[in-house]
């Protein structure tokens, strides 16, 4: 009964694979129809035209009364020069974006608007576009040929290899991840019992491909279209995952995000941690750190993810012990090796320590690290280094918040410096001299004390100068000494010590400034070679700004360019060139403005008016105390007691440059070798010595 009723179906089957020509193998003979397929044209057409049988007659429209102006073919040169200062930058689409990246796209345009064509210019077109059509097989009727705009390339500026699909959803991947990733999520949200095998496997193969996009920087490298998924399709994925009870997809979905981990897939991965033990996963919480560029951005996922500044773990009574081990042992990974490290991680470092208020980061982590890497310095090593404490020292200087943490790395070694000689002393050799009638001996003294002046510090003359002549003054006060003896040492020494020590008030002379040099290392615009073609030698842009720079009556430059362009700019800027910069944006393109400013050299009057009021005082001091000063400087006291270097120079015979910042005053000897000891202030008085024991 059986084998009878089942035979007339299997005649049928047979029956109907002899008339269609079937052979029982469904993919077999799917490929064969497909393969039979007709078509009237090719899913691609070429055609070679080397010439063109129109010409295209283009025009640049004057504005105004000027004329219009005609572009021969082929171009040349001037044209192209006269088409590029009629047009702007290219730019093209991204999504829902307009953006303008020479690196991608360095082309100029034109619009309609702006320019003519002959007349018989869209016929030609026309029919170029017929001959296309029939060689696609399209309907000429559904297709026009239409004037867009006008597009002058540079040398090499075609487009790299890109993906021009991103408006499509249809065509690509991450998207159709993304929907099917939706989908999933309302199946197992409406219908619970859909944890089959085969929904676990589509659930792996979207997070596989998630991931694989996410973590290949090569398939961007070679022009690969961009994953244009959403942190938060990643995050319906996870959930997702969490609510199938799939773990194994965690740690590539966890590193998906674009931005930081959202607060449900932290929570979920900490309710996982109750359940499973963090072994299971610590190495979602290692990938997540590891991901990151730089020790800053590495500390700030560790503290995320610790749920606790890592440094002050050990005073944390409510973290996961297992948490805490894992958060100290990252710690230290973070800091054990700075690695290689550019002036952009030096800047986020510092900038980091500067918000750390509890001082442990900069003193216990990274001081220490920096004695490590000055046992084996390198170039870039040291680069880094300097940048980093210059930027700290800053900080601390500008927020008036001194740190002793590094003072031996940043400057050399605090110099240990010999008692000089005490003034007091000085007076009473001379007290000793005249009692013993050593009319002599007393005037070489004072030959040497002004000799010992040129070279002295002028932290020594407050301590071994002024308290002579202050005993000096009490003796002349008191009749013991006559005042026209000692008048040159009190003019000279005193004129001496402020042509030094204040010097002549700083000026500015002129607004130029040392131009910058690029060495070639913009891929930028250079004459005659495009914009993608590096050159040795400064860049057209840095050219231009040079000339800015060097004049000495400029002081602000407008420059409107690409953002590129304008970031290469602004990072040749340095301190030495005072300059700040600002960015326009009234249109496109943007400008950039630099303005130069004289901030050093207002820091550096300040100083010399607070020396000038320094040395007001002490002779104010001086001249209190007895009030016969003017009686021993005589014509030369309105010029000491008013500083006036410029009058007193005439007076010691010294050059003293004026424009020099001379707040941090040391010997004018030869340098001084740091951790030696330092020759204070001393007046050899060997001369005539004899005399004395003699007498």
Not at 97 to 113: A, M
Not at 324 to 334: F, K, N
Not at 497 to 516: A, F, G
Not at 633 to 656: F, P, S
Request: proline share 5%; hydrophobic share 35%; with cysteine.
């Amino acid at each position: 009964m059986a084998t009878a009723a089942s035979a007339p179906a299997v005649t049928d089957v047979a029956r109907e694979r002899d008339v269609y020509g079937l052979s029982g193998d469904v993919k077999k003979d799917l490929l064969d129809y497909l393969d039979n397929i007709a078509s009237s044209g090719d899913f691609a057409t070429m055609k070679s035209m080397p010439n063109l049988s129109v010409d295209p007659d283009v025009r640049l429209l004057g504005k105004g009364d000027q004329e219009d102006c005609k572009i021969e073919a082929p171009l040349g040169l001037q044209d192209a020069q006269k088409l590029i200062n009629a047009t702007r930058q290219a730019p093209f689409g991204k999504g829902e974006r307009t953006i303008v990246d020479t690196t991608f796209r360095n082309t100029w345009e034109l619009d309609p608007s702006q320019f003519s064509l002959s007349k018989n210019w869209q016929s030609y077109v026309d029919s170029l576009m017929r001959s296309a059509c029939d060689g696609l097989g399209v309907k000429t009727n559904d297709v026009r040929a239409e004037l867009y705009k006008m597009l002058l390339y540079e040398k090499g500026a075609m487009f790299k290899p890109h993906a021009d699909s991103e408006k499509t959803s249809e065509v690509v991947p991450a998207e159709r991840i993304a929907v099917m990733l939706a989908y999933l999520q309302k199946r197992v949200q409406n219908t619970p019992e859909q944890k089959s095998e085969e929904l676990k496997r589509s659930v792996y193969r979207a997070c596989e491909l998630v991931a694989a996009r996410n973590n290949n920087p090569g398939h961007y490298a070679y022009g690969g279209e961009k994953p244009t998924y959403t942190d938060e399709m990643v995050l319906e994925a996870f959930k997702t995952c969490m609510a199938l009870g799939l773990r194994v997809p965690l740690p590539a979905l966890a590193t998906a995000f674009k931005k930081e981990l959202p607060e449900f897939a932290l929570q979920s991965l900490r309710r996982l941690t109750t359940e499973v033990g963090f072994e299971e996963i610590k190495p979602i919480y290692d990938n997540l750190v590891r991901k990151q560029q730089g020790v800053s951005a590495r500390f700030k996922t560790l503290l995320f993810l610790a749920g606790a500044d890592p440094l002050t773990l050990d005073a944390q009574s409510d973290i996961v012990p297992e948490i805490r081990t894992w958060a100290q042992e990252s710690l230290e990974d973070i800091f054990s090796d700075f690695g290689s490290l550019s002036d952009n991680d030096a800047r986020e470092l510092a900038r980091f320590v500067a918000d750390d208020s509890s001082g442990l980061l900069l003193k216990d982590r990274i001081v220490p690290r920096l004695y490590e890497i000055l046992d084996t310095p390198t170039p870039e090593k040291t680069a880094f280094i300097m940048s980093f404490l210059s930027r700290i020292y800053e900080h601390f200087r500008s927020t008036g918040s001194a740190r002793t943490d590094i003072p031996d790395i940043y400057s050399p070694e605090e110099e240990i410096r010999e008692p000089a000689l005490n003034g007091h002393d000085l007076a009473l050799i001379f007290q000793h001299c005249r009692e013993l009638g050593l009319e002599e001996c007393i005037n070489q003294m004072i030959g040497r004390i002004l000799e010992e002046i040129d070279t002295m510090d002028m932290k020594d003359f407050l301590t071994s100068i002024l308290p002579l002549l202050e005993d000096l003054l009490s003796d002349i006060k008191k009749g013991e000494v006559n005042a026209e003896r000692f008048k040159r040492l009190f003019q000279t020494g005193l004129a001496k010590y402020i042509v030094t020590y204040v010097s002549d008030e700083p000026k500015q002379l002129n607004w130029s400034r040392e131009p910058t040099k690029c060495n070639g290392d913009y891929r930028g615009y250079f004459p005659g070679h495009g914009a993608t073609k590096p050159k040795a030698g400064t860049c057209q842009d840095c050219q231009q700004m040079n000339v800015f720079l060097q004049s000495p009556t400029e002081t602000v430059w407008r420059f409107p360019a690409a953002e590129a362009r304008r970031k290469h700019l602004i990072s040749k800027l340095s301190d030495k060139h005072e300059c700040f910069t600002t960015i326009e944006k009234p249109r496109t393109p943007f400008s950039l403005v630099v303005t130069k400013h004289k901030r050093s050299m207002d820091e550096k009057h300040r100083k010399w008016k607070a020396r000038v009021s320094e040395v007001k005082g002490h002779l104010q001091s001086l001249e209190g105390r007895h009030r016969i000063l003017d009686n021993v400087l005589q014509e030369r006291y309105a010029d000491i007691m008013a500083v006036r270097v410029k009058n007193l120079r005439g007076e010691t015979g010294q050059a003293v440059e004026g424009s020099n910042d001379r707040s941090e005053h040391t010997q004018a000897g030869p340098p001084q070798v740091a951790g030696q000891k330092r020759k204070a202030a001393v007046v050899d008085l060997t001369v005539e010595q004899h005399n004395i024991w003699r007498t």
